[in-house]
């Protein structure tokens, strides 16, 4: 897998940036081969490794005084999983328009879903998974909290 940067990522509006071409996380990921490298790394050296970039991303977005240090940590592996071995969601040919948005549709507006799966424009994606996980966070804010919900402040927007 290789990444770019994409410096129009920052900018893009919440509508559709993955049509527009700008990915929201501001790296398009280029995958070669059937799963992300990162996903079938293993040992223990691999999982401080991994440890350590999550918490450095994390703290360069919400700021250092913000993020302490975990008390554990658990690296999964996705590729070897054998819940998963290395899927994700795609299309066959019986799939039909729509049926990504149905999958997406709350339950008795209680029960909500994300995941790549359920995002229409990125199905398969890192971008597909965040974006529909906000979309969820949006719904379940809307039936539950009076206020407005901010968009403003997510740090994978600025």
């Known amino acids: 897998m290789a990444a770019r940067r994409s410096s129009r990522a920052a900018t893009a509006p ?10 929201v996380t501001g790296w398009r990921l280029i995958q070669s081969g ?9 040992g223990s050296a691999a999982s401080r490794a991994l440890r350590a970039r999550g918490l450095q991303r994390l703290r360069r977005m919400f700021g250092i005084s913000a993020v302490p240090d ?8 996705w590729h070897s999983d054998v819940w998963t071995r290395g ?8 799939t ?19 995941g790549e ?5 990125a199905p398969g994606t890192v971008e597909g998974a965040l974006l529909s996980g906000e979309r969820a ?12 919900a901010r968009t403003d402040h997510l740090p994978w927007r600025e």
Not at 14 to 23: E, K, Q
Not at 34 to 42: E, F, H, Q, V, Y
Not at 70 to 77: I, K, L, N, Q, S
Not at 87 to 94: G, K, L, M, Q
Request: net charge positive; charged share 25%.
């Open 96 to 114: 039909r328009k729509g049926d990504r948005k149905r999958l997406a549709a709350p339950v008795v507006d209680r029960l909500f879903f994300a």
């Open 14 to 23: 919440l509508s559709s940036p993955i049509s527009r071409g700008a990915p």
């Open 87 to 94: 899927s994700r969601s795609y299309d066959t040919p019986a």
């Open 70 to 77: 975990p008390d554990d940590f658990f690296v999964t592996r």
């Open 137 to 148: 966070a949006r719904q379940v804010h809307a039936r539950y909290c009076a206020a407005p």
């Open 117 to 121: 799966a359920t995002h229409a424009e």
């Open 34 to 42: 059937n799963s992300p490298r990162a996903s079938s790394s293993g």
